[in-house]
């Protein structure tokens, strides 16, 4: 089991396959470390499906307005929404887009990101300085390397449970 340094600022995501544990990076990205540790609080992440899983680059989720299979879950729309939360300013930093980096999702805007993030699968270097970074997953990358791919996937896997650490 990996170390828990820091409890407040570790998320347990808990997939199909089992537990993956990332590490958030306050210091470099606190508006959206704080953004992610109130929406994983209030459940808003629960049940959210991986809508845009794209084999050698990456797996993006959190449209908790869209991506929800247990309310009004509507594939073709997952992707376009967010949270009721204003959107975050950019908090680019020189930390890498590498293999099991936690990297905001957003448009054409950098300061668009609201709830959506994704795990990169490999190191993904063109991305870094375009978009934030603010976690890393520690352990149970291989739950995240078994996710289905597509964009959207026919049967798209989803985000059981996610939880802080410091509250499980």
């Known amino acids: ?3 828990i340094k820091d409890p407040e600022n570790t998320i347990l995501m808990e997939l199909k396959d089992g537990t993956v544990t990332i590490e958030l990076m306050p210091d470099l990205a606190p508006k959206h470390v704080e953004r992610m540790k109130a929406l994983v609080r209030s459940g808003a992440y629960d049940n959210v499906c991986f809508h845009r899983v794209i084999e050698g680059f990456m797996a993006q989720t959190g449209d908790v307005a869209n991506g ?3 309310k009004d879950f509507n594939l073709r729309a997952a992707g376009t929404g967010g949270s009721d939360m204003p959107d975050l300013p950019a908090e680019f930093s020189k930390v890498p887009h590498a293999r099991g ?3 905001a999702a957003r448009s054409a805007n950098p300061d668009s ?3 959506q993030f994704f795990i ?3 190191d993904n270097n063109f991305l870094n300085g375009q978009y934030t970074v ?3 997953v520690i352990e149970g990358m291989e739950h995240v390397d078994a996710i289905a791919r597509g964009e959207p996937p026919a049967e798209p896997d989803r985000m059981i449970s996610m939880k802080v650490a410091a509250d499980a």
Do not use: T, V
């Open 1 to 3: 089991m990996a170390e």
């Open 113 to 115: 990101a609201n709830s």
């Open 134 to 136: 603010y976690g890393q």
């Open 68 to 70: 929800n299979m247990e």
């Open 120 to 122: 990169n699968f490999g």
């Open 101 to 103: 980096s936690i990297g």
